[in-house]
């Protein structure tokens, strides 16, 4: 049975009243409390501390880094100058972002979507990816017993926007599959890259680059 439209309209201020509290500044850190349950965090200039068991929407800064603490929740994660770090048992469920700025992500955290930066490194400890990990610039350590269900990108840099811009050429990103760790994927690199494979790790088709074998004598 519809509900007459009067009815609607009382109802809902007592339902916007019992939604999650949003964050929203220009200028500021955010800082949440643990366990405690949030819409959007949003900032320009400042970063944002998402506590321990803390369950929010999307948390996104400008200038500034992003902390997950142990047992969050979030929707996404996107930053332009600054780096996310990942405690353990953490849930992004869609993408983690990031322009000039690495990504963590720590021991059982999971991420629903891709995590991708362009100038910075990537790191999983024992973690889950379910889409893919993208770079441009940057270092990917798949560490061990993590698994990547889709695939690995390092893009071509563009010398006219983000990449290489001027001068000699740079040092090629590593990129590290530790032991035990899977990427379902293919392994795709636009670019040189140094590619280092543990003998225990599973991997997609790898693209453009001849995988070396990861062991004691090579330096990680």
Do not use: C
């Not at 047992?71 to 100058?81: R, S």
């Not at 990449?163 to 994927?185: E, H």
């Amino acid at each position: 049975m519809k509900l007459p439209l009067i009815a609607l309209l009382l109802i809902s201020p007592l339902a916007l009243a019992d939604s999650p509290k949003s964050i929203d500044k220009v200028n500021g850190a955010i800082r949440t409390e643990a366990g405690t349950e949030y819409g959007d965090l949003d900032t320009v200039n400042g970063s944002i501390s998402v506590d321990d068991g803390v369950i929010a929407r999307d948390v996104s800064t400008v200038n500034g880094g992003v902390t997950l603490d142990d047992g969050a929740v979030v929707d996404n994660v996107e930053t332009v100058n600054g780096g996310v770090g990942i405690g353990e048992k953490v849930l992004v469920k869609h993408d983690v972002e990031t322009v000039n700025g690495g990504i963590r992500l720590g021991r059982g955290s999971q991420v629903g979507g891709n995590v991708e930066t362009v100038n910075g490194g990537i790191s999983l400890k024992a973690a889950e990816v379910q889409q893919d990990i993208i770079t441009v610039n940057g270092s990917i350590n798949v560490g061990e017993d993590s698994v990547v269900h889709g695939g690995i990108t390092v893009k071509k840099p563009n010398k006219s926007g983000w990449g290489w811009g001027w001068g000699s050429k740079p040092k090629p990103p590593r990129v590290t599959i530790g032991p035990n760790a899977v990427v379902k994927g293919t392994l795709l690199f636009e670019r040189e890259v140094e590619l280092l494979v543990h003998p225990s790790a599973k991997i997609g088709p790898v693209r453009g680059e001849e995988p070396i074998r990861l062991d004691a004598n090579v330096e990680r």
